[in-house]
């Protein structure tokens, strides 16, 4: 990648940075990616799921296609960078690098459309949603792979403590199927000094969430892997009154159905149980996505495409427990999910940290790893993807 065009993402990159937008909100961030495909002379469709927008470029005769997909929004967190390019929205923060995965998608559109040396169909996919809010659920419903067919697809994420630029390709699981849960617990208010008149649900909640962390260490075989985590604890209003409800949020994640399916049942039957013993009712409500998990034929095309981008190339890395709903697309088309390094971790900035930020270093690696990807799929030698 040339300087000029390295410098170039770099700016659309800290504009993006410094103007998130939360999942089915990003108008200005479609609007920008828009302007931006114009600039390159790549045509585009907007409006697909909510904000989202597939570009495509045609070359050749080759019936070939492929898929590119990054994801543009952002996180309900309040920045704590310096930075010239500070979020310049109060508690709104990319902060999981989605301003440069969107970067190097554009990145990618012009470094193939000046390049002659393919042939073949190459969708861009700018998913919007990403973060919990349905968005690639929502592109698919609206028929992105039957208007914009592709064999296959591809994606990829930054990630921190990684070598910068390095891609990481896994074999199958990359990472795991999320999940929430909502457990409330109702009983009977009263008077706190007179508990014996109540059925108090923060003294049984503080059972259950005890009990919930079993689960995992006495109810999941070792040898597979599972996460419980209770992120909110919601009760009571007033120190000398018992609540009526008590409610509590968290995560499950969970890699084998099975698993997911032996977790689901745990949790229920332990609310249901505990709240038995403490003469209440449980409400339990439950959601799940998918896991991402790469197909064998195009983990070796993602790995070949480091080897051409000229970009260092991990093959031992374990898959995280983090999820992403580029799983959604995998379990429609067969495709790949790399990481990329971002670099060492500075000020604490892991994803989802309030002192994170993308290393525009690695912009370069990241395009051109999203230009050759394409050009592997839709080379003689890639095997055709099975209907």
């Known amino acids: 990648m040339d300087r000029h065009l390295h410098d170039t993402l770099t700016a659309w990159r800290r504009h993006l940075h410094a103007h998130p937008e939360l999942g089915r909100q990003e108008r200005e961030t479609s609007a920008f990616v828009q302007a931006k495909l114009t600039e390159l002379g790549v045509p585009f469709t907007a409006g697909i799921g909510g904000h989202g927008v597939v570009a495509t470029l045609r070359r050749g005769g080759s019936e070939r296609s492929v898929g590119l997909r990054a994801d543009m929004d952002a996180l309900p967190i309040l920045e704590a960078n310096d930075l010239p390019y500070n979020s310049t929205r109060p508690n709104v923060m990319h902060a999981c690098g989605?301003?440069?995965?969107?970067?190097?998608?554009?990145?990618?559109?012009?470094?193939?459309?000046?390049?002659?040396?393919?042939?073949?169909?190459?969708?861009?996919?700018?998913?919007?949603?990403?973060?919990?809010?349905?968005?690639?659920?929502?592109?698919?419903?609206?028929?992105?792979?039957?208007?914009?067919?592709?064999?296959?697809?591809?994606?990829?994420?930054?990630?921190?403590?990684?070598?910068?630029?390095?891609?990481?390709?896994?074999?199958?699981?990359?990472?795991?199927?999320?999940?929430?849960?909502?457990?409330?617990?109702?009983?009977?208010?009263?008077?706190?000094?007179?508990?014996?008149?109540?059925?108090d649900p923060i003294v049984a909640m503080g059972h259950l969430i005890v009990a919930l962390q079993t689960i995992v260490s006495r109810n999941i075989d070792p040898m597979q892997s599972a996460v419980v985590s209770i992120g909110q604890v919601h009760g009571g209003s007033a120190s000398n009154q018992i609540p009526t409800s008590v409610f509590i949020e968290g995560t499950f994640r969970t890699f084998v159905a099975e698993v997911r399916e032996r977790l689901l049942g745990r949790i229920r039957a332990i609310a249901q149980n505990i709240a038995a013993t403490f003469e209440m009712e449980?409400?339990?409500?439950?959601?799940?996505?998918?896991?991402?998990?790469?197909?064998?034929?195009?983990?070796?095309?993602?790995?070949?495409?480091?080897?051409?981008?000229?970009?260092?190339?991990?093959?031992?890395?374990?898959?995280?427990?983090?999820?992403?709903?580029?799983?959604?697309?995998?379990?429609?088309?067969p495709g790949a999910y790399v990481w990329i390094g971002n670099g060492p971790v500075r000020d604490g900035g892991e994803l989802h940290n309030d002192r994170y930020d993308f290393n525009d270093a690695i912009l370069p690696a990241a395009s051109g790893w999203l230009a050759a990807v394409a050009k592997q799929a839709l080379s003689a030698n890639a095997p055709a993807a099975k209907a």
Do not use: C, Y
């Open 98 to 199: 989605h301003d440069g995965h969107t970067t190097a998608l554009l990145g990618a559109a012009a470094l193939l459309a000046r390049d002659e040396g393919w042939s073949g169909t190459v969708q861009f996919v700018f998913q919007p949603a990403e973060e919990g809010a349905g968005g690639a659920q929502a592109m698919l419903a609206d028929g992105v792979i039957e208007r914009f067919p592709m064999e296959r697809i591809f994606a990829l994420h930054n990630w921190p403590g990684l070598e910068a630029g390095t891609i990481a390709v896994h074999r199958g699981p990359v990472m795991s199927e999320p999940g929430r849960f909502k457990i409330t617990l109702h009983g009977t208010a009263g008077h706190a000094a007179l508990p014996e008149t109540t059925r």
């Open 282 to 333: 449980a409400e339990v409500e439950t959601m799940h996505g998918a896991a991402t998990i790469n197909t064998a034929a195009e983990e070796e095309i993602a790995a070949a495409a480091a080897q051409a981008a000229g970009v260092g190339l991990r093959r031992d890395l374990k898959p995280s427990t983090t999820g992403e709903d580029f799983a959604h697309f995998l379990q429609r088309l």
